[in-house]
């Protein structure tokens, strides 16, 4: 795998704005909850790709005092709302999975039920027939099948997309995951895999994200991917340039990192730069 070429591969999808219905809700453990959502009958699946760790929709929630749920229409491959409408609230979720039962698509969400916000509130009521809108995702990034060794850092946020990594990753590849939690009670159950090891770091005490990046350490080859927190995650982009991942004394390597939220912000946009 010294040869690994690390290439990550983008796919196009055209826009879609999907109503959905809560038709199963199970707590997976701790603070998270797994929420599985059928599309109404109709709509267009769930583009469903192979290793694309990282695809998300963004939910619409209801209005949270009118119950009123208002989705855009799309209208050249944007959303559209007439005039004067207000526009729902979102937030972005990873497509845990996909599945066809009563011939419409059952899209899994899991969701940290973490205290406040519009996503956190909806999940932690949820219940059968609830209705949310699901927009995109708009493209799939499949993640490089060749690694000598898979390295994946998380914080609760991401584990829906380790779960994918555990089961997605071609089998014989090693998979190293660490995953910070703010403590045991926030343990989740991760799918098995052989080649797979699995830490988890339960509070600050136990080290974080960059130390255990360090300690590993990186080798040519690795694919490093994190996302969680965006200064957690700045911690890990930095620890990871010291090591020369993706730098030439660490030829072939490469480094993903995702700020899924921050600290204090509401909403914060993922595609803004991590600092920010
Ligand atoms: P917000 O209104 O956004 O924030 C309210 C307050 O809560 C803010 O102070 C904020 O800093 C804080 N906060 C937000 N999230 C957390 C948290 N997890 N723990 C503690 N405090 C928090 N989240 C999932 O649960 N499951 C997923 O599968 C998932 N996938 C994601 C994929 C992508 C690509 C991205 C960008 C994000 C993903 N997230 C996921 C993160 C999720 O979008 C954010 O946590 C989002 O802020 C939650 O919205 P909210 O309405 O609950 O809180
Ligand atoms: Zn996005």
Redesign the pocket.
């Known amino acids: 795998a010294a040869t690994a070429a690390l290439q990550r591969s983008r796919q196009l999808h055209p826009l879609h704005v999907r109503r959905a219905a809560v038709s199963h809700v199970e707590q997976l453990g701790g603070r998270m909850r797994r929420i599985t959502l059928g599309l109404e009958a109709g709509t267009p699946p769930i583009p469903w790709v192979r290793l694309a760790v ?1 695809d ?1 929709v963004k939910v619409a929630f209801p209005h949270p005092t009118t119950g009123e749920l208002t989705l855009p229409t799309v209208v050249d491959d944007r959303p559209s709302l007439p005039e004067g409408a207000q526009r729902p609230v979102t ?4 497509v ?1 999975g996909v599945h066809d039962a009563d011939q419409t698509q059952q899209v899994t ?4 039920v ?8 909806w999940a932690s009521g949820a219940r059968k027939g609830d209705v949310v809108g699901l927009l995109g995702p708009r493209g799939s990034m499949t993640e490089p099948a060749d690694a000598r060794r898979y390295v994946c850092l998380a914080d ?3 584990l ?2 380790v779960g994918r990594w555990l089961e997605e990753a071609p089998a014989g590849i090693p998979l190293e995951v660490v995953v910070q939690v703010p403590d045991a009670t926030c343990l989740v159950p991760l799918p098995q895999r052989a080649d797979a090891r699995v830490t988890w770091l339960m509070d600050e005490e136990e080290g974080t994200l960059a130390e255990s990046l360090r300690s590993l350490p990186p080798e040519p080859g690795d694919y490093v991917w994190a996302a969680g927190e965006a200064g957690t995650m700045v911690q890990v982009r930095r620890a990871a340039a010291e090591l020369g991942v993706g730098g030439e004394a660490l030829k072939p390597s490469a480094l993903q990192v ?1 700020g ?9 946009d ?1 595609h803004e730069p991590l600092e920010s």
Not at 109 to 112: A, G, K, R
Not at 114 to 121: D, E, I, N, V, Y
């Open positions: 990282g998300h937030r972005d979720y990873t845990r969400i899991d969701f940290v973490h205290g406040t916000g519009p996503a956190s509130t609760e946020t991401a829906p997309a995702d899924y939220w921050r600290r204090g912000v509401p909403g914060r993922h």
